[in-house]
């Protein structure tokens, strides 16, 4: 079948994304700025045969999702920030459990209610976990159309694989925008005879399996911690993925992810073109977070600005990564602010000049 | 090339639609293209805009804060975006509903009475592609076969029976364009 480009907008691309990659079911409930995520869903599900439910909550949503998810189900679950922060629980418990789930978070201005623009403020939650107790989710960020779609299919591959939660962050900007686009071809459903041997489907004419977040014992709950974490050592290991722009050369080396990393390749181009030689790390994962790569060009730059749309959150994985290898300076907008090509070149040019000075640059 | 176009108006101006049918067009011939509204708690009524960039290269940053070219629907669009647009850029004004003329020297201006040829057209919603077809005329962005075509090819099902009044409109609005736009 000859796939050709079709005019996406960010929501309905999302939605479909995941259909193509298998979702057998999707429980979850509206929020600006994704509630087109479960108006595509709505519509879509239902021709596929697969389950659309809008729950009567969102802490109802997450714990469909663990459940259709301990039956083996290929599902997830989108909402935008404080949608988001009344699901930590359940995902803490799918965590633990180790079955495969999917949440999207489209972005939303915060804290508390908030507003409805595009806003970043929750890569702390989808980094370092927002739940209880010891666990990450592998983090992918998208920064257009295409990338949400292509993240979407991979968040459910790296979902099955490790048999863990993959949060997909993007934020409204993302989420509203339209951009050509390319879906993947449609995957059919696992049919039920193909159910992974973990999962609860009745036990008939085997040992029934067990899948519990509960484990009173001291040393039980240890043994189950380190496998946890040898698991998540080896996610970092193996998924860490980030697109890079003119490092090359680059004297100074502008770090940013979702909206603003593809913002920041137009301040690449603007800033090249009056002869600074700047390059772009734009992370896809945020967790596992491409520190190395960070490290490594860290040793090469004179310094290094990161733009991000809240208050200064990715940029101190970058000062772990960095690890005063160079001067690291930050730039923030709040509140759905979007901060454009003119705000940051300026930023640039005093990390430059902080630099030349051997001043502080650390803002 | 590179053009950045902010479509603005009142709600139920039909803008997000102009600026899809752009985006529409300059996808189906081979841009880059990417659509971006104005979000929010919006009502009929309220404000209504978009930016669409078209572009050769990937395109970075999806929003601007200079467009080179905007269509302006009404009053407070006008006073919004005529100040912003780049020396060198096209501003195309519904004269209809916008009464004032822009005092930029350094910029295209194409005053089209979109709202009263539409009406005589017998349906003033095409305001709007009056407008797109008059900006299409006087950037190039994409030619004004490839916009009808979009529409032939993206019109909602409902309203195809409008699709060749529009195409006469649109003829309208690129008139304009090409005879300098005094209107």
Known sequence: MIMTKELWEGNAAIAEAAICAGVEAFFGYPITPQTEVLEHFSKRLPEEGRVFLQAESEVASINMVYGAACAGARVMTSSSSPGVSLMQEGISYIACSEVPAVVTNIMRGGPGLGNVQPAQGDYFQAVKSAGHGDYHMIALAASSVQEAIDLMVLAFDLADKYRTVVIFIADGAIGQMMEPAEMPPLRPVRPPEERVAWALTGAKGREHNIITSLYLGAENLEQVNLRLQAKLKKIAANEVRWQEYSTEDADFLLVAFGTVGRICQTVVREARAQGMKVGLVRPITLWPFPSARIAELAGRVKGILTVEMNAGQMVEDVRLAVEGACPVRFYGRMGGVIPLPDDILPELDKLDAGVASGREVQS | ?183
Not at chain 2, 121 to 139: D, S
Request: overall charge negative.
């Open chain 2, 1 to 183: 090339m590179q053009e950045e176009i902010i479509i603005s108006g009142f709600g139920g101006q039909g803008t997000l639609f102009a600026g899809q049918l752009l985006a529409y067009a300059a996808m189906d011939s081979g841009h880059h293209v990417t659509w971006i509204p104005s979000y929010g708690p919006e009502m009929r009524g309220g404000k209504a805009r978009c930016t669409v960039i078209v572009s050769d290269e990937e395109i970075g940053a999806p929003l601007v804060r200079r467009p080179s070219a905007a269509i302006v629907l009404n009053i407070p669009s006008m006073e919004a975006f005529e100040p912003t647009i780049k020396p060198g850029g096209t501003l195309v004004v519904n004269s209809s509903l916008v009464p004032q003329r822009s005092e930029r020297d350094d910029i295209r201006v194409i005053y089209a009475p979109a709202t009263d040829i539409a009406e005589e057209l017998g349906n003033a919603r095409m305001a709007n592609v009056i407008c797109l077809a008059a900006l299409v005329e006087a950037t190039g962005v994409v030619t004004l076969d490839e916009v009808k075509q979009a529409l032939e090819d993206h019109l909602p099902a409902r309203h195809r029976k409008l699709l060749g009044l529009n195409k006469e409109a649109m003829d309208k609005g690129a008139a304009l364009a090409k005879a300098g736009g005094g209107g």
